[in-house]
């Protein structure tokens, strides 16, 4: 069986008449005589809409109501996609995660698929019809509806390829495909043809949306390639696949940005050991993520300054737990709300010299302050001022000529 699986954000389903474009797709690819598996993201932000409303009943708002609610709005999208295909003459009907099931363990709101059953579905397939599965969402062993992660529709439709041992898995989306930059931040970015794993998930974990990090270590697990593209264009797109299937010669592949990073500096921390895990211990139990740390060497070896970064919607959470912390001393508090985190991205780097120097020179020229830097084997990520993003994303994109 020639399988396709084909996935829809939210800005391509995000009103009635791109529901229709959507369902003309779907049709292109039927026509192909592929076996279409559909899955659908909630009709953009209606996730968001339903996020606030559980804030407004209770900041502690119950995890298990969380995923029930906020899991609604793919099924408002499948049913109309569904609709819409049935109104043009063709099979097709909107499945739940829970009528399949896709089974997820772990915590609620980021629990991870394990399972999909795959007999109703093959068996539907096999009749004639188009699946439109809800993405986003899964069913735990308690029978209780969970959901994956912000943006996990991604995830659910390579998941389906997987199971499904789809031939193609096609990721539509707002834009044409993956680009050097975010292209709605930087007119210069441009579309690339075919980017490795290992570059996607760093790209994708340091700030760029358009595909979410999980989905991409689930592809890379089971060598599933993904294509990105438009829903609105009818352009080729990316393809993401093994390193080993490219030929690249740039040093540098991509650049993301943050932009709802938050900074905190402890000054003058007695320097003691076992002070950074004091420091830290209770954040994580709170579930806040710290992520670029740096701790100054002390002048006189009994003080050191700490400072960390964490998501801006954590900050007031963070302020408390280290104000309430009986195990550290120190002198003085600092917050800086607005923080961007710039990376630079390319297994180019690993085998080129002098790629550091280059971006902090280019940074310097325009006069932007380096807060605090991060490096692994394929990336440097740098923490800037909020206002300086754009100014940074041109200058290294034009630094590390991607836009060539
Ligand atoms: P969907 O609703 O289809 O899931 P998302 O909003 O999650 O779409 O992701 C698409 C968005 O990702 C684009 O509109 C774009 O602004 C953003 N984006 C960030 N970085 C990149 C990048 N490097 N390439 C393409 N898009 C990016
Ligand atoms: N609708 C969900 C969200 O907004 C899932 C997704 O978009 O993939 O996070
Ligand atoms: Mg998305």
New binding site residues.
């Given amino acids: 069986m020639k399988i396709v699986v084909l996935?829809f954000?939210?800005t391509s389903v995000g009103s009635i008449g791109k529901i229709k474009k959507v369902a003309d797709i779907i049709n292109e690819h039927k026509k192909k005589n592929y076996k279409v598996i559909v899955v659908s993201?909630?009709m953009?932000g209606?996730?968001?809409e339903l996020v606030k409303k559980s804030q407004e009943i209770s900041e502690n708002f119950s995890d298990e109501e969380y995923d029930a609610l906020?899991?609604s709005?793919?099924q408002i999208a499948c049913s109309l996609i569904a609709g819409s295909l049935v109104h043009k003459g063709l099979k097709a009907r909107s499945w739940l995660a829970w009528q399949i099931p896709i089974f997820t363990k772990g915590l609620h709101k980021n629990s991870r698929i394990v399972k999909i059953n795959k007999n109703k579905i093959l068996h539907y397939l096999k009749e004639g019809g188009i699946p439109i599965i809800t993405?986003?969402q899964g069913i735990n062993n308690s029978h209780r509806v969970t959901?994956?992660?912000?943006?996990?529709?991604?995830?659910?439709a390579i998941l389906l390829a997987k199971f499904f041992k789809a031939e193609r898995c096609i990721i539509y989306t707002d834009v044409e495909g993956v680009y050097t930059t975010d292209p709605n931040k930087l007119k210069k970015a441009k579309k690339i043809k075919t980017i490795s794993y290992e570059e996607m998930l760093e790209m994708a974990s340091l700030g760029a949306k358009v595909m979410?990090p999980v989905s991409i270590q689930d592809a890379r697990l089971n060598r599933i390639d993904i294509e990105v593209k438009s829903s609105f264009v009818n352009k080729s797109g990316t393809l993401i696949t093994k390193r080993s299937n490219i030929i690249n010669n740039k040093i540098i592949t991509g650049i993301s940005s943050t932009h709802n990073d938050s900074k905190v500096t402890l000054i003058g921390v007695k320097d003691k050991p076992g002070v950074a895990a004091s420091i830290f211990k209770p954040l994580s139990k709170n579930s806040i993520n710290v992520d670029m740390v740096v701790q100054n060497i002390s002048a006189n070896g009994k003080e050191t300054d700490l400072t960390f970064t964490i998501k801006k919607d954590d900050l007031f959470k963070t302020k408390k737990i280290i104000r309430e912390n009986k195990n550290i001393e120190y002198r003085k508090l600092l917050f800086t709300k607005g923080v961007s985190k710039i990376s630079i991205i390319g297994v180019g780097m690993v085998t080129t010299p002098g790629v550091t120097f280059r971006m902090f020179q280019a940074l310097a020229k325009k006069k932007i302050n380096i807060q605090v830097i991060s490096t692994s084997e394929i990336k440097i990520s740098v923490l800037i001022d909020k206002f300086d993003t754009k100014k940074a994303l041109a200058v290294l994109h034009k630094e590390f000529r991607l836009d060539k």
């Fill in positions: 996935k954000g939210g993201s909630a953009s209606v996730t968001n906020v899991s709005g793919e993405g986003f959901t994956i992660g912000r943006g996990g529709s991604d995830a659910t979410q």
